[in-house]
């Protein structure tokens, strides 16, 4: 009789700790930052709440650290088309449009004017490092850890997208990550890069 009590005492255990687990993931899910896709509905209700420029604004001017120890300056980029883009190393649709970056953006749109222009929203250089290092990355990335450059743009949510013309006019903001969005943003920066 004894082993077998053993054996209920170590299945209700692994049960307590299965059902702890769940409950840790979901209050971890909960409480994180808002990162990837939501439901349209909602999503484009939590969008512009938490967007601070719309399409047609000038894209407010920012100085940002640049991972090779240089700074980039917003204004200093006039006569190109820019795509700010801010993310982090920890969200997965971020991720997900990095890896397209290379080909879909800067190798089609290389030779012309076009800056892709990425921000790391809220994460030390070290992070960035890490990640760029395991994902073989070598286009130009930004850092900002105080989220003061993301301040001037969002409140919430990445990948954030700031399609900005040679003028620097915000032309396009994109949120999440679809691919068909992502197709839609390559096909205007190719209309804003003729204009």
């Known amino acids: 009789m004894e082993p077998i009590r053993r054996v209920k005492k170590k299945s209700n255990t692994s049960l307590w700790i299965m059902l702890a687990l769940i409950a840790l993931i979901i209050l971890v899910m909960v409480l994180l930052p808002s990162c990837?896709?939501?439901?349209?509905?909602?999503?484009?209700?939590?969008?512009?709440?938490?967007?601070?420029?719309?399409?047609?604004?000038?894209?407010?001017?920012?100085?940002?650290?640049?991972?090779?120890?240089?700074?980039?300056?917003?204004?200093?980029?006039?006569?190109?088309?820019?795509?700010?883009?801010?993310?982090?190393?920890?969200?997965?649709?971020?991720?997900?449009?990095?890896?397209?970056?290379?080909?879909?953006?800067?190798?089609?749109?290389?030779?012309?004017?076009?800056?892709?222009?990425?921000?790391?929203?809220?994460?030390?250089r070290s992070a960035v490092e890490t990640f760029r290092n395991q994902k073989g990355y070598d286009f130009p990335m930004g850092f900002d850890s105080a989220q003061s450059v993301y301040g001037l743009y969002a409140s919430n949510f990445i990948p954030r997208n700031f399609l900005i013309d040679k003028e620097g006019n915000i032309v396009q903001i994109t949120i999440g990550y679809e691919p068909e969005e992502f197709d839609a943003l390559i096909a205007n920066i190719e209309k804003t890069l003729e204009k």
């Open 36 to 124: 990837g896709n939501r439901s349209a509905r909602k999503a484009a209700a939590e969008a512009e709440a938490t967007t601070l420029v719309q399409a047609g604004d000038k894209a407010p001017d920012f100085t940002v650290g640049m991972f090779d120890g240089s700074r980039v300056t917003l204004s200093d980029l006039r006569g190109k088309v820019v795509l700010l883009n801010f993310w982090a190393t920890w969200c997965p649709p971020c991720r997900e449009e990095l890896a397209r970056v290379q080909s879909d953006l800067i190798d089609r749109f290389a030779g012309r004017d076009f800056i892709f222009l990425p921000v790391s929203r809220g994460e030390a």
